[in-house]
């Protein structure tokens, strides 16, 4: 069977970190491996009211086939909640998507051929790295700062790629706000740099927000989509995943009206339709539920985990061990970088044996621009408990390890 495969199916083998995953499975495993926000906040009561009210009063349409782009009532609920972000937008700018991964997936659908590049910070989020080698990407990439990206070394990557290649990179794709993996934040300056960089060079920005909402300290930054104030440079990806919940899997791409046409286009031929139910719960949540003390209560319950696990690294990794980590603003990640001989792949398999998980960082690195001495860990998920537990864990492998191969 495997020669018929599509080429590109002959090597992908899907999103990196479900083939970790499965060593999840050891009982009593502390786990800051997935990247799942917590269900003690899941907005269960707005849920149920809203699944009974469309099951009583509106089952025909709930149960039946919908528009392809999306229910009017959701996208006009949407650009009254993105208002208060400063983004003005027309029912044109928008469709609901089947989550922020379909998002990603209809981004890298639109614009790659084969071997095109894009713009990416390193690390970056996995999960759009495996939208995008789906459709057989390339990479000019540069190693994220403190600040966030780093756009002026872009830049210079940039030139050199479409002077070798005679051709240029199709989008920059980046995370701004407390990014996946890095839980860095990118700058106001940056931002705004950014913009000027896709517009200088005719390509859009593709901003992708989960995690906005999810601020605990620091000055609010506005978003790329809003500093362009609607103008076509940008493509903004949203999702109800993080602060509604990931198992109603909707979500919703804003950008230029020709390129939500051609969204809608594809999403015609790959998925059809977003489940209106689903959509029904999103609306009813953004027009009935009280978001603000949806939203402080979340800040709060995320804030307390992220300063419990940086007072728990503080206690349990002293200067010595040389292992650095991110202090994030938000966000549900940060991001540990260990001395280069410690390959974090092969601490994983330690640490599993141990009964602690992260997610080794190559994860985050496309093929050819590989680190390995980096970990991604989710604060959200774990206790305050298995938090203490699994950093003192963490710690304790860290100390064991010899150095196996050369990387
Ligand atoms: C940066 C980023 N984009 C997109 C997604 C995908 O979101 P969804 O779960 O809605 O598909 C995630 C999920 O973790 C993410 O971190």
Known sequence: MESLYATIMKTFEGYAIGKMLRFLSVPDIISFAGGLPSSDV????????????????????????????????????????LKKDNIHIEP???????????????????????????VIDLPTFGGALAAFELENAQYVAKDIREDGTDVKGLEAEIEDYTNKKGKKPKFIYVVPDFQN?????????????????????????????????????????PSIYSLDKNQGHVIGLYTFSKILCPGIRVGF?????????????????????????????????????????????????????????????????????????TKPEGGLFLWITVPEEINTLDLFYMAIEEKVAFVPGEVFYPEGHKKYNSMRINFSFPTKEEIVEGVKRLSSVIKKYKPKRKT
């Open 42 to 81: 899941f907005p269960l009561d707005i849920v149920r009211k809203a699944t009974e009210t469309s099951l009583k009063e509106d089952w025909m349409h709930v149960l039946q086939y919908t528009p392809i782009p999306g229910e009017e009532s959701l996208m006009t609920a949407i650009r009254n909640y």
């Open 92 to 118: 044109e700018n928008i469709m609901i998507t089947t989550s922020g991964q379909h998002g990603l997936d209809l981004v890298g659908r639109l614009f790659l051929d084969p071997q095109d590049a894009i």
């Open 181 to 221: 993996p890095s839980g860095i934040t990118t700058s106001l300056e940056k931002r705004l740099a950014l913009l000027e960089l896709g517009k200088k060079l005719g390509i859009p920005v593709v901003e992708d927000s989960p995690y906005r909402e999810l601020r605990y300290r620091g000055k609010h930054l």
């Open 253 to 325: 791409n804003i950008g230029p009206p020709e390129v939500i046409q051609k969204f809608s286009f594809i999403k015609g031929a790959n998925i059809l339709n977003t489940p209106k139910l689903n959509q029904n719960i999103c609306r009813t949540f953004l027009e009935e539920y009280d978001l603000d003390t949806h939203f402080q209560n979340t800040r709060k319950y995320y804030s307390e985990k992220l300063n419990f696990f940086l007072e728990a690294m503080e206690e349990n990794f002293p200067e010595d061990m040389g292992v650095k980590w």
